[in-house]
């Protein structure tokens, strides 16, 4: 694998819609081919949507797969529109431009950070309970979300992953805008995008079936996949 952060090129400009996360997951599991069958990958998925998806790369690398929480902070009476994103660990990552251009004030930007601040503590506890993350320190990380559109959650995620100290990580999107794809791959090692389309509008319009991924899912994803690495004593 190469020193430098990669992009991997789009498998077309004009794009093709999955069937839904999981055939998505299949499809890109194939673009990581390299990480199959070793006993240092580990697969972490944002959750909800980025969980069926990662699922699927998992059981094809045949590696552990867990979670890592990040919530979107959204402008004030528009939550929809990003302004930065929070992770697990206290990492904030703002959009100073938007904040900037719309003039949102820091307090007004605290009090959103608190809400989803509360809304990420309730899912670690609701997805893994009491168990602690998977161990990640000097891994191969693959962090995998359903698509990227600012990167806003992407980008904090992988800010959180660099304080665990993994030795590269991997993001893996089966759909991005172009460039946003560019944009992360200034701060993971390597970037694996299947698809690059030239009209991106939006991550759910490249699926033909989008609903949002329910808790249940997520939990019934990380019971059935590997948590931890199992390696043969040889001595």
């Known amino acids: 694998m190469p020193d430098a952060a990669t992009h991997a090129g789009p498998s077309t400009t004009t794009g093709h819609r999955f069937a839904d996360r999981r055939d998505a997951g299949r499809a890109l599991a194939l673009r990581l081919a390299a990480y199959a069958h070793r006993d240092d990958v580990t697969v972490l998925a944002l959750p909800r949507g ?26 004030p009476g528009q939550p929809e529109y990003a302004m930065g994103a929070i992770a697990s660990g206290d990492v904030r990552v703002l959009n100073t431009q938007v904040i900037q251009q719309l003039a949102i004030s820091y307090s007004a930007i605290d009090i959103v950070t608190r809400a989803e601040m509360r809304e990420l503590h309730r899912r670690e506890r609701l997805y893994r309970g009491d168990r602690p993350m ?42 991005s805008a172009a460039e946003t794809c560019h944009l992360i791959a200034q701060d993971a090692d390597e970037i694996v995008c299947g698809q690059t389309p030239e009209r991106f509008r939006s991550v759910g319009q490249w699926y033909e079936r989008f609903e949002q991924t329910t808790d249940e899912e997520v939990r019934r994803c990380l019971s059935t996949a590997p948590r931890e690495t199992k390696t043969e004593n040889v001595s």
């Open 134 to 175: 998977a161990p990640v320190e000097g891994r191969q990380v693959i962090l995998v979300d359903d698509g990227m559109a600012t990167g806003a959650s992407m980008r904090a995620g992988v800010q959180a992953l660099r304080d665990l100290q993994p030795a590269r990580i991997v993001v893996a999107v089966p759909v």
């Open 50 to 75: 980025g969980v069926p998806v990662a699922a699927e790369i998992a059981n094809a690398l045949e590696a552990p797969l867990d979670i890592l929480v990040v919530r979107k902070l959204g402008l």
